[in-house]
T-cell receptor, first 114, second 116 residues
Framework: DTAVSQTPKYLVTQMGNDKSIKCEQNLGHDTMYWYKQDSKKFLKIMFSYNNKELIINETVPNRFSPKSPDKAHLNLHINSLELGDSAVYFC?????????????FGQGTRLTVV | GDSVTQMEGPVTLSEEAFLTINCTYTATGYPSLFWYVQYPGEGLQLLLKATKADDKGSNKGFEATYRKETTSFHLEKGSVQVSDSAVYFCALSDRGAGGGADGLTFGKGTHLIIQP
């Protein structure tokens, strides 16, 4: 069983479109995250979310919004896509909301904006 | 803020060579330290971790010791294999930090290439 799964694995779309990436975890974790990996492999956190609190990295444009229908899911919606949004997006989850716990990652979604 | 610095790659070694990938960190709280590995086309997998000073994490022949005095968490392996070729990320999770986005702070990654 896949612990953290995200779909789609690849996403190619045109500038200006709106798209979503889905993420589900079956680990029973309380906290989920979205990370962005750029072309140089640098990873940066975008959001962390548990049942109580959404924490947003202040550098993330408001075109990006996480949506959590329940504890096991954290989807990423992106409006008005731009060329610079092209990257690999990773969903992750961990047991604790703050520090100490390792995160479990999905396989990534490679987004290409053309 | 928190940060992680690791040696730039790519690092190219011959099979059975000794590996060291340096990692140093700055943190405002009491971080846990991690090494993650990313194989081509895959997500990140936890390789090892250490949660307090002087702890040693180990897995698959890799080791790293949490050195608070030097704020370091260097990754080592005595004899690398071709299958170890991947990108390695040092990361921290700061229990004591307040505010901002929780989660891991990553180094920029080190691409390791092992030649037969």
């Amino acid at each position: 069983d896949t612990a953290v799964s995200q779909t789609p694995k690849y996403l190619v779309t045109q500038m200006g479109n709106d798209k979503s990436i889905k993420c589900e975890q079956n680990l029973g974790h309380d906290t989920m995250y979205w990370y962005k990996q750029d072309s140089k492999k640098f990873l940066k956190i975008m959001f962390s979310y548990n049942n109580k609190e959404l924490i947003i990295n202040e550098t993330v444009p408001n075109r990006f919004s996480p949506k959590s229908p329940d504890k096991a899911h954290l989807n990423l919606h992106i409006n008005s896509l731009e060329l610079g949004d092209s990257a690999v997006y990773f969903c992750a989850s961990s047991q604790a909301p703050a520090g100490g716990s390792e995160a479990f990652f999905g396989q990534g979604t490679r987004l290409t904006v053309v | 803020g928190d940060s992680v610095t690791q040696m730039e790659g790519p690092v190219t070694l011959s099979e059975e060579a000794f590996l060291t990938i340096n990692c140093t960190y700055t943190a405002t709280g009491y971080p846990s330290l991690f090494w993650y590995v990313q194989y081509p086309g895959e997500g990140l997998q936890l390789l090892l971790k250490a949660t307090k000073a002087d702890d040693k994490g180990s897995n698959k022949g890799f080791e790293a010791t949490y050195r608070k005095e030097t704020t370091s968490f260097h990754l080592e392996k005595g004899s690398v294999q071709v299958s170890d070729s991947a990108v390695y990320f040092c990361a921290l999770s700061d229990r004591g930090a307040g505010g901002g986005a929780d989660g891991l702070t990553f180094g920029k990654g080190t691409h390791l290439i092992i030649q037969p």
